[in-house]
């Protein structure tokens, strides 16, 4: 069965420093890779999706970046955080094979930015 | 670019109560339903989805949802609800190949009492 995998689970960072989220998903090939921030009262943001390695999408300008070195691998960077940027941090998959698919969610990354 | 609403920022009910949870979008191209819930603590997961076929779904743990196209809802139900009910619900549209236009209602919280 597929699993994916988040971390930090949770993640206290001051102003201006660098981040590093990481996703992998198991059990599954040639995913299509999600990132998003909930925040409360607003539902999920999609902020990045990848159909393939190396292949980044953004959808929302922003301090943030995102990269994919490898089938089952998703990065979610910034050089320099800011305060806005705290929040609840998704990684999802969903299958290529499929179009339309659901989506299934990882445990989620907490980021506090100080 | 399509939006999701959700009726209800908070609902609270007595156990053994009926839900309903009202969503709605706006899109006019063929789309994808999901209903997701978000237990305290854990992963969002997938309640139930509308790819085709009967407007009338049933997902997990007694709950469906109808589909209706006249009026671009896409309202969740139960009968009778539980304690363990109590969670966040969010509606979804998937109107793109890969995902990339997966978009999340705000959720609506229910808080269900013993």
């Known amino acids: 069965s597929q699993t994916i995998h988040q971390w930090p689970a949770t993640l206290v960072q001051p102003v201006g420093s660098p981040l590093s989220l990481e996703c992998t998903v198991e059990g599954t090939s040639n995913p299509n890779l999600y990132w998003y921030r909930q925040a409360a009262g607003r539902g999920l943001q999609l902020l990045f999706y990848?159909?393939?390695?190396?292949?980044i999408s953004s959808e929302v300008p922003q301090n943030l970046s995102a990269s994919r070195p490898q089938d089952r691998q998703f990065i979610l960077s910034s050089k320099k955080l800011l305060l806005s940027d705290s929040g609840f941090y998704l990684c999802?998959?969903?299958?290529?094979?499929?179009?339309?698919?659901?989506?299934?969610f990882g445990p989620g990354t907490r980021l506090t930015v100080l | 670019a399509q939006s999701v609403s959700q009726h209800n920022h908070h609902v609270i009910l007595s156990e053994a109560a009926s839900l309903e949870l009202g969503c709605n979008y706006s899109y006019g191209g063929t789309v994808n339903l999901f209903w997701y819930v978000q237990y305290p603590g854990q992963h969002l997961q997938l309640l139930l989805k509308y790819f085709s076929g009967d407007p009338l779904v049933k997902g997990i743990k007694g709950f469906e949802a109808e589909f209706i196209k006249s009026k671009f809802s896409f309202n969740l139900r139960k009968p009778s609800v539980q304690w363990s009910d109590t969670a966040e619900y969010f509606c979804a549209v998937n109107a793109g190949h890969y995902g990339q236009n997966f978009v999340f209602g705000p959720g609506t919280r229910l808080s269900v009492l013993p």
């Open positions: 999802a998959w969903s299958a290529t094979s499929v179009p339309y698919n659901e989506q299934f």
């Open positions: 990848s159909v393939g390695i190396g292949q």
